[in-house]
Antibody
Framework: QVQLQESGPGLVEPSETLSLTCTVS????????WSWIRQPPGKGLEWIGYIQYSGNTNYNPSLKSRVIISLDTSKNQFSLNVISVTAADTAVYYC???????????????WGQGTTVTVSS | SYELTQPPSVSVSPGQTATITCSGD??????VCWYQHKPGQSPILVIYQAVKRPSGIPERFSGSTSGNTATLTISETQAMDEADYYCHVWGSNTAHIVFGGGTRLTVL
């Protein structure tokens, strides 16, 4: 059974870089897309971006200038970096598997438990 | 940018049917998913491709789509169904993922 686990600092200072890693266990990282999603306090889910196994990425236009998602196939991990953070980046951050099957989109079918990141000095 | 609109809240009595809508331009032509999200937990996929249920999701959950509206229907609603529900699409032109604003389902 595939499982995802987010890891990274829970506190980041303003203007610094937020860095999170998602470790995939129980299955290979190949053959899927992998995504990051966040939920600010009191707000809804916000898609951040995703990375394909090939390394191609796609980002939410509202965050594109500050976000990088990368893949480490040797460790079965993918990562998120958000630069120049502000208090508005405070959120619960989730990683998720994006499932395409037989050329059809099957949604984000496996999620990590989420990790809370607070931006504050 | 593409937008999805959901009602902020829906209330239902136990045992009754809950209906949550999601509207967006030409939504019926897109891959629509629904997620259940309870406080302190991870979101769970309950519907994909507008009408299909992943394994393990009760038959009480069903989806439909018509024109610019997708609908999540929960039959025989139980207290455990109380949660936030989000619709979500894969943007066919941009390959972006978009979430609706979410609907809080209250089981009174």
């Amino acid at each position: 059974q595939v499982q995802l686990q987010e890891s990274g600092p829970g506190l980041v200072e303003p203007s610094e870089t937020l860095s999170l890693t998602c470790t995939v266990s129980g299955d290979s990282i190949s053959g899927y897309y992998w995504s990051w999603i966040r939920q600010p306090p009191g707000k809804g889910l916000e898609w951040i971006g995703y990375i394909q196994y090939s390394g191609n990425t796609n980002y939410n236009p509202s965050l594109k200038s500050r976000v990088i998602i990368s893949l480490d196939t040797s460790k079965n991990q993918f990562s998120l970096n958000v630069i120049s953070v502000t208090a508005a980046d405070t959120a619960v951050y989730y990683c998720a598997r994006v499932k395409w099957w037989s050329s059809s989109y099957h949604g984000m079918d496996v999620w990590g438990q989420g990790t809370t990141v607070t931006v504050s000095s | 940018s593409y937008e999805l609109t959901q009602p902020p809240s829906v209330s239902v009595s136990p045992g009754q049917t809950a209906t949550i809508t999601c509207s967006g331009d030409k939504l019926g032509d897109k891959y629509v998913c629904w997620y259940q999200h309870k406080p302190g937990q991870s979101p769970i996929l309950v519907i994909y491709q507008a009408v299909k249920r992943p394994s393990g999701i009760p038959e009480r959950f069903s989806g439909s789509t018509s024109g610019n509206t997708a609908t999540l229907t929960i039959s025989e609603t139980q207290a455990m169904d109380e949660a936030d529900y989000y619709c979500h699409v894969w943007g066919s032109n941009t390959a972006h993922i978009v979430f609706g604003g979410g609907t809080r389902l209250t089981v009174l």
